[in-house]
């Protein structure tokens, strides 16, 4: 909870940025028709530049659409009282920022350094706020005229700088090392974002049985701030992500711009004391997942094959990296789960069986799960063909 909660405090757009140093050819960009007409780049001189970056101020309007392709959870989740689940806030970000992972949002947002973020979601006529303030983060949620507060210090953690390449050169070499043989990695033309130039980097896998399509990312031609952010599945249709500003200004918001008083009348809920020091990094790390992983073959998040002791077992590398799960007990029986839950597994789950026997694949247009009936698991960013096929020749 105390992780989420800290989580909360990075912005939309830095959660990009973050995404966009992660990851990156060496093939110039040409100007499309009607596109905007920059000088030629490198996939190399785009990272340097994405690098080099030192935004600390902005505001504007940011939109983000998610189609993960699962079903309805309609029915599914209990329905929210005026406290929220559990008794909680409903203004609790660690519960109410979970709705932006599905369907079509905007949101509002204002960043002035590490310790001043807003963050407004603006759905139908409600409004739901948070904003961080040096050690106060706020969350305000309109519809129920209630208020989620809790103190403690801002995050410190994160990656030594003693870890990081010095330059943005150095940067820009280590992540096209890292990219290797699996990736190709292209500057795909220009664009306008926000009424802003920039430049297109794409990333797609070379490996056969990744779920991922491509990775766009839109970065302003002058700042080197990413823009935009475009996951596209394999399976075709919209994308698995769409999120970038539709409007952006980089100048310093009006200090008034984080300051918070709760309404009148509004309910108060006082959150925990946050963890500081060097567990607020790893609340941090961990709610994010641990780190995008080569190529982004971390992207189902928290599955890390350097972990020391008990964990999964990483098979393969890249953008087709399985993580093997051994559960111990049988995969649970659905036909024994409440109708509405059965329906729910029904349309996310297809039977399968192989060598390594039966179980189910539940599906989504990016992450897949195999569950065997023996209780074995098997989870990555790669097809239900290729998790199949990883399951029939593991050990």
């Known amino acids: 909870m105390a992780a989420q909660r800290k989580a909360s405090r ?8 973050g995404v966009a140093a992660a990851t990156i050819g060496l093939v110039p960009a040409l100007a499309a028709s009607g596109d905007p007409d920059l000088p030629e780049i490198t996939a190399q001189q785009l990272i340097e530049k994405i690098a080099a970056s030192d935004t600390q101020t902005l505001s504007g309007t940011f939109r983000i659409s998610t189609d993960l392709g699962l079903p309805s959870f309609a029915g599914l989740l209990p329905s929210a009282g005026p406290s929220g689940p559990g008794g909680s806030s409903t203004a609790d970000p660690s519960a109410k920022l979970t709705e932006l992972v599905s ?38 949620d309109s519809a129920s005229n209630e208020v989620f507060h809790e103190k403690g210090r801002s995050p410190e953690g994160g990656t030594p700088e003693k870890e990081l390449p010095g330059t943005p050169k150095q940067l820009a070499d280590e992540v096209l090392k890292a990219a290797g043989d699996t990736t190709s990695i292209t500057v795909g033309g220009t664009a306008k974002v926000a009424g802003r130039d920039a430049y297109q980097l794409v990333i797609k896998p070379k490996q056969a049985g990744s779920t991922v399509e491509s990775v766009t990312i839109a970065v302003d031609a002058s700042t080197g701030t990413p823009l935009k952010f475009t996951l596209d599945s394999v399976s075709g249709g919209k994308p698995v992500v769409d999120a970038g500003f539709t409007k952006v200004d980089f100048a310093k918001p009006a200090a008034d711009t984080f300051d918070f008083k709760a309404p009148k009348g509004a309910k108060v809920t006082e959150g925990a004391a946050e963890k500081a020091g060097k567990d607020a990094g790893k609340d941090a790390e961990d709610t994010f997942g641990k780190g995008f992983g080569k190529e982004f073959g971390g992207l189902f998040g928290g599955l890390d094959a350097d972990d020391e002791g008990a964990g999964p077992e990483i098979i393969g590398e890249g953008w087709t990296t399985v993580a093997k799960l051994n559960t111990g007990a049988p995969a649970p029986k659905t036909d024994e789960a409440p109708k509405e839950v059965q329906g729910f597994l029904d349309a996310l789950g297809d039977k399968v069986s192989g060598k390594f026997g039966s179980g189910t694949v539940f599906k989504t247009k990016i992450v897949n799960v195999l569950m065997t009936d023996s209780g074995t698991v098997y989870v990555g960013a790669v097809t239900p063909d290729k998790l199949v096929a990883v399951a029939d020749s593991a050990k």
Not at 10 to 17: D, L, N
């Open 10 to 17: 990075y912005i939309v757009p830095v959660a990009v940025a």
């Open 103 to 140: 369907g079509s949002h905007t949101l509002r947002v204002a960043a002035d350094g590490p310790d001043r973020q807003k963050l407004t979601v603006l759905d139908g006529s409600d409004e739901y706020s948070l904003v961080h303030n040096g050690d106060d983060l706020w969350a305000y």
